[in-house]
Structures are given as structure tokens and as C-alpha cells.
């Protein structure tokens, strides 16, 4: 029997699979360099990494470049690092989908957490991740019901991160068995031997402050009046001092002050003593812990390998006058109890208007002891007096102004979400949601059939049912109705969306749970509240949370003319 040619409907010819829309990626660059990276010889460098990112990001395709988060300084055995979680802050807000590392060892050296991120959190957020030394980009990696084929190269960095710290340990406690420094910099008031960096020696700039310090001490002045007088002569803190002479580059450092701790750590160390004290901090690390701080009968001291910058006499008397004032506060400590504790229940949201720090929550006692209240005060302010205006807020007051803003936050939701209950009632937006639903059904068909002709189009073409001309005009002709197609749906589903800003509204949700609410609670404040700033003159300005959810809500009411008033 005859073999008889196969019939191909020219209009609706059978579907072959065509290629996608190449997608395009927000990508972050991330760099990550260890202390003891950055001080090697040959040592791989930010620069090095920033440069080898950019230059891979720029050259895909289906890359766009958004920014580069840079943790200097950081350990990559946990993910404790500030940039790292500004990039998580814009990978969940939808800014980030794609995150580009040098290697894996940069992204971090610990198997458990870089794994948890790797195999649960980037999918569940649905982030592309490359780490481009390794090879390894998660869109073509492969994976089985294991995960993805890298948990070995994981577990080999954190093994030798562990290795490497047990084998500097021994070295390096000899070393400080030995009265040698080790250390990046020397304490404030001494400088590394310019002949032996093992050794330290006064600093000619910082040692008299250091005297100072402790003669004012002696002379009655308290360790905040220390601060305030530093900082009143423009004498550089620690940080800043280091960060002056080049020795660290974190801009964190460039403008911090003194303050009681930094003062309080300089009075209390013995190395002022020409002793040398070290192991006071251990990083934990090939112990399977976390950093810690050793108790005094761990540290290590030396004694007389340095010249010392304070006598004797001074250092004793200067810890007797520390060890008084602890007992003194300690007796205090427990002499109110009977007025009792008043929870914090704004808690991380007060902040001062000028410097963008949190404001302190400071206990006050009067009238012999019988009245108790608390006052918000500025930080940087109590440890310099000119740096920052004065903060001094009562509570009290401060209590009064949030809930009213609250309560009519709440009164206004409550009046709204009636105006939503009468809109979504109406027969009019029920025939108007009916037709957008008949249009969007209506959309979905018409792109249906456009991308059924496009798919099916080569195979005509294939099977000589057309010209290479009429081919291409065709294909042209059935894009642009998908273009067409798809478009019209797009703008229909934003259409129904904005038609739906009265169902699940956040803002109506979070203030109508507190309808019946007395007064102001933590629960009120935390889920209403985003940030509160006090200025000099007291003046309080409250930014509330959902305020873009409020206003598309208030858009839609008036558009669909209903009177609405705040």
C-alpha cells in the first residue's frame, strides 16, 4: 500500500516545543576577605575579588549587574557579617535574585550554614547562586535527592579552616608564653618596634594621654567625665586614632569617640604596667565554639617587656577607686526594688532625630526613693557633649503621644474598612469584578491560541507548506499577537489586583486586630509602629508601618468615589 503524505492544517498545525524567553538576573557580588587573608603577601585581595566579579557578572548575558557587598575583615565560619545581610535584606525585598561569589570559601567555610543556604534558603527564595572559581551555578548544577554534588568541597573548607587554627595555635601561645606581641596593633598609648613587631614601645602621640587619663582618674573625675573631656579636646578614640594612621580602612571607625568602656578598658589593663597581657579573647573556632572571653586566670601575662607608661602606685590606687565604686553600686543596686520595673515596651524603636542612634531607656528615682520613672536620653550625646544635641523624654510623655497617633490610626482603619465592606457589597463591583473575570478568561484564550499558531508554525515550515518568506512574515505576525496577547492579560490581572486592595488589606488586617484595644502594649506598638525620632526640642515625628498599602487603599476608595476622610 501506497505510503499517503501526512495532512498538516496550515492554520492550526501541530505544537513543537519552542525556546523560552531568556531570563534576565539582579545580580549581587559578594567579597569576603578574613583578617588573616588581608595581611599576606600574594594573599588574595577585595580588589582582586571585586574585579574578577564585575568582570564575570558584566560579561553573561542574563546578568544584570545591581551592586557588590564587601565584608571586609569577616570570618567565613559564620555568617555574622553586616554587608552579608544587607544582600539577604534585598534578595527578600525582591531587589537581588541572583547572588555571584569568587568561591565558595568566600561565601563562607562553615558546611552546615552554607549548605542550609545552598540547599533551603536560596531555593525557597528562589536565588540563582554562581561561585565562579568552583564552577558551580545552581541553574545547571546537578543535583539528587541529596542536594546539590558540593558538600564535599564544603566540608574541605571548613576542615581547613579548622586545621589551619589548630596549627597556629601552639605557635602562637609559645609565642605568647614568650612575651611577644602578636597582635594587629599595639594598645592605645604604645606602638609596634619599628626593628622587632614582636615588641612594643610607648607611642609618642597617644602615651601622655594615657597618663592623663589615669591623673584624672586619681583625681576624682569619673570614667564618663574621661570621655567628655577626650572628646571635648579632639583627642582621636582608639578606633579612630587607628583608622587615622591607616592601620584599619572600615569607615565604621572613621568618626567614633570615646567612651566609658574605651576608658574604662585603658584603666583597668595591666599592660600600662609594662606587662604583657594577652589570650583574653579566644576565637573558639578549632574548639567547635563560638568566639569567647577567657576568665582572667586563663590570660596569659608577662611580666617587664615593655617600658610601662604608669607606676605602681597610680595603677593601684586607680583599681581601688574602681573596686569602691562597683561596691558602692552594687549596694544601690537592690535599694528600689520595692518600687518595682516598668516592662520596655518600645524597645527598638525610639531613635534620636540627629545622630540615628537608639535612644536609651535611663531609670530615675525622686522624691527619696518613692517615685520611680524612666527617660529617654541620646547616647552619643552623654558621651559628647557636642556631638549631639540633648535628648530628655519622659516615657510618660512619650506613651501619651504614640497612642493617641495609635488610636486614631485604628479609628481611621475602622471608618475605611466600612467604606471597603459597602464597596465589596455593592452590585456595581460585583458586575465590574464579573467582567474583568470574563476578560481575563477571554485574554488567557486569545494567548492560548497565539502561542498554539507560534509553536506550531516551524513544522508547517518544515513540511514545505510554506516559503522561508511567508515563514518569517508569519512568525513576525504571531509574536507580535503574543506580545499583544500577553499585555492585554498583564494589564487585566493589575487591574483585578488593584480592584482587590479592600480583601487582606495589611494595613485594615494589623489595625483591626487592635480595635478593642485600652491602651498602648508592646504588641500595639511593635505591629503599628516602624520608627519614632525625638529631636533637640523634643518634637517626636512617628512613622507608622503599611503606609504604602494605606495609600493604595485610599487611591482605590476615592477612584471608585467613595468619600473618604483621615
Known amino acids: 500500500m501506497a505510503r499517503t503524505k501526512r495532512k498538516v492544517n496550515p ?306 590606687t586607680v583599681q581601688r577607686m574602681a573596686e569602691q565604686a562597683g561596691s558602692a553600686y552594687q549596694e544601690r543596686l537592690g535599694r528600689h526594688d520595692g518600687l518595682g520595673t516598668i516592662p520596655n515596651i518600645l524597645r527598638g524603636l525610639i531613635y534620636c532625630a540627629d545622630c540615628r542612634r537608639p535612644l536609651v531607656r535611663y531609670k530615675n528615682v525622686t522624691n527619696k526613693g518613692k517615685n520611680l520613672y524612666y527617660v529617654y536620653i541620646c547616647p552619643s550625646h552623654t558621651a559628647d557633649l557636642s556631638s549631639c544635641p540633648k535628648k530628655y523624654l519622659h516615657e510618660t510623655q512619650l506613651k501619651e503621644i504614640l497612642w493617641d497617633a495609635l488610636q486614631r490610626e485604628i479609628a481611621l482603619a475602622g471608618n475605611l474598612d466600612k467604606l471597603v465592606h459597602q464597596h465589596d457589597r455593592s452590585a456595581k463591583a460585583a458586575s465590574r469584578e464579573a467582567a474583568v473575570k470574563r476578560e481575563i478568561t477571554a485574554a488567557k484564550q486569545a494567548l492560548d491560541r497565539a502561542n498554539m499558531l507560534y509553536d506550531s508554525l516551524y513544522q508547517n515550515y518544515a513540511d514545505k507548506l510554506m516559503t522561508e518568506r511567508e515563514y518569517a512574515e508569519m512568525k513576525r505576525r504571531y509574536r507580535s499577537d503574543i506580545d499583544l496577547a500577553k499585555a492585554r492579560l498583564e494589564a487585566l490581572e493589575r487591574q483585578q489586583k488593584n480592584r482587590r486592595q479592600t480583601t487582606g488589606n495589611p494595613w485594615l488586617a494589623a489595625c483591626g486586630q487592635f480595635k478593642g484595644e485600652q491602651m498602648l502594649t508592646e504588641a500595639v506598638a511593635h505591629a503599628l509602629i516602624e520608627r519614632v525620632e525625638v529631636d533637640a526640642r523634643n518634637h517626636i515625628s512617628i512613622t507608622l508601618r503599611y503606609r504604602d498599602q494605606y495609600r493604595a487603599l485610599l487611591q482605590f476608595l476615592e477612584a471608585e468615589g467613595k468619600a473618604v476622610s483621615a
Not at 554534588?149 to 579548622?162: E, Q, R
Not at 598609648?189 to 602621640?205: F, L, N, S, W
Open 11 to 316: 492554520v492550526l498545525p501541530a505544537a513543537v516545543p519552542t525556546e523560552p524567553p531568556r531570563r534576565v538576573y539582579h545580580t549581587g557580588g559578594y567579597v569576603r576577605l578574613s583578617v588573616e587573608d588581608g595581611g599576606r603577601p600574594g594573599a588574595d585581595t577585595i580588589e582582586t575579588q571585586r574585579e574578577l566579579i564585575r568582570s564575570y557578572i558584566d560579561g553573561q548575558p542574563d546578568m544584570e549587574r545591581c551592586d557588590l557587598y564587601c565584608d571586609n575583615g569577616r570570618t567565613g565560619t559564620n555568617f555574622d557579617r553586616p554587608e552579608f545581610e544587607r544582600l539577604m535584606d534585598d534578595v527578600r525585598s525582591g531587589k537581588v535574585d541572583c547572588i555571584v561569589v569568587k568561591d565558595l570559601s568566600r561565601f563562607g567555610r562553615s558546611y552546615l550554614e552554607t549548605g542550609k543556604y545552598l540547599e533551603r534558603i536560596f531555593p525557597l527564595l528562589g536565588v540563582r547562586f554562581v561561585a565562579v572559581n568552583d564552577g558551580f551555578d545552581t541553574l545547571t548544577a546537578e543535583r539528587t535527592q541529596d542536594g546539590y554534588i558540593v558538600p564535599l568541597k564544603n566540608i574541605m573548607n571548613a576542615v581547613y579552616s579548622k586545621d589551619i587554627s589548630r596549627k597556629t595555635r601552639p605557635p602562637l601561645t609559645a609565642k605568647r608564653q614568650n612575651g611577644e606581641f602578636i597582635g594587629s596593633w599595639a594598645a592605645y598609648g604604645y606602638r609596634k618596634c619599628a626593628q622587632d613587631h614582636r615588641r612594643i614601645e610607648p607611642d609618642a602621640e597617644t602615651a601622655p594621654v594615657v597618663r592623663d587619663m589615669f591623673q584624672w582618674r586619681i583625681s576624682g573625675l569619673s570614667y564618663q567625665g574621661i570621655a567628655r573631656k577626650l572628646n571635648g579636646r579632639g583627642i582621636p578614640s582608639p578606633a579612630r586614632y587607628h583608622y587615622l594612621k591607616g592601620e584599619v580602612k572600615a569607615e565604621r571607625y572613621a568618626n567614633t569617640v570615646w567612651s566609658v568602656t574605651a576608658v574604662k578598658k585603658i584603666l583597668t589593663d595591666e599592660v600600662y604596667l609594662g606587662h604583657m597581657v594577652q589570650g583574653r579573647r579566644r576565637s573558639g573556632f578549632s574548639e567547635g565554639r563560638r568566639p569567647y572571653k577567657a576568665p582572667e586566670s586563663e590570660w596569659m601575662i608577662v611580666r617587664n617587656t615593655h617600658e610601662p607608661l604608669i607606676d605602681e602606685d597610680a595603677f593601684r
